[in-house]
């Protein structure tokens, strides 16, 4: 689609425009980091952190977790009291980019799969977080990515056409689900990736 028109760009939030990871925050509580690995592996899981994304209240969900796992209940509260540590900062390259798309005058998106207590603290934390012409949260609409349902929400919310709609996200698996809906999906990798493909699109960066 190189040289079409592509009238609104869509960010995905952590991994794109936040360096998020668990290990930020568990490598300051673990020693060894094979312990730490079995324990984001058995215990605190992708598949349990994914009913935060869509709305489970986080604390809540770590205190039940806990009881099933007393030898852990420390670490696995952490995950609830310290989840902030979680993330290393912003990511510079992206943030320009994002930055530099609003200057041209092209709309921007957020659609993200983050808990609902967690974005607002988050758009309290970085400044780029309210640049956005608007917000598709899972954990406010109680569906997540790769679920059509966020994409379409995101669609008909922000009237955009998918085949005009550049959406930019690490994860394979939500790149292949809005490609599905005929939405230019790019695979982030490097900030320096993201702008080659995006000038690909005919896109100011």
């Known amino acids: ?61 770590c205190e039940r977790l806990a009881r099933q796992h007393p030898r852990y209940a420390d670490l696995i509260m952490a995950w609830a009291h310290r989840g902030e540590e979680m993330i290393r900062g912003q990511i510079d390259g992206t943030v320009e980019i994002l930055a530099e798309l609003r200057a041209a005058g092209t709309p921007c998106f957020a659609l993200s799969n983050m808990e609902p207590d967690r974005y607002v603290l988050r758009r309290d934390r970085f400044a780029f977080m309210r640049w956005f012409d608007g917000a598709v949260i899972s954990g406010i609409e109680g569906v997540a990515k790769p679920d059509r349902q966020i994409f379409e929400i995101l669609l008909d919310r922000h009237d955009l056409d998918p085949g005009r709609t550049a959406f930019i996200d690490d994860s394979p698996g939500n790149v292949t689900a809005a490609r599905d809906l005929g939405i230019e999906a790019l695979r982030f990798v490097t900030p320096e990736d993201l702008r080659r493909d995006l000038r690909g699109l005919g896109l100011a960066v």
Do not use: K
């Open 1 to 61: 689609m190189a040289g079409s028109e592509i009238d609104a760009v869509v960010f995905d939030l952590g991994g794109v425009l936040i360096d998020w990871n668990p290990r930020y925050l568990y490598g300051q509580l673990f020693d060894d980091p094979e312990e730490m690995s079995d324990f984001l592996a058995r215990i605190c899981t992708t598949d349990w952190h994914r009913a935060h994304d869509l709305g489970v209240d986080t604390t809540q969900s």
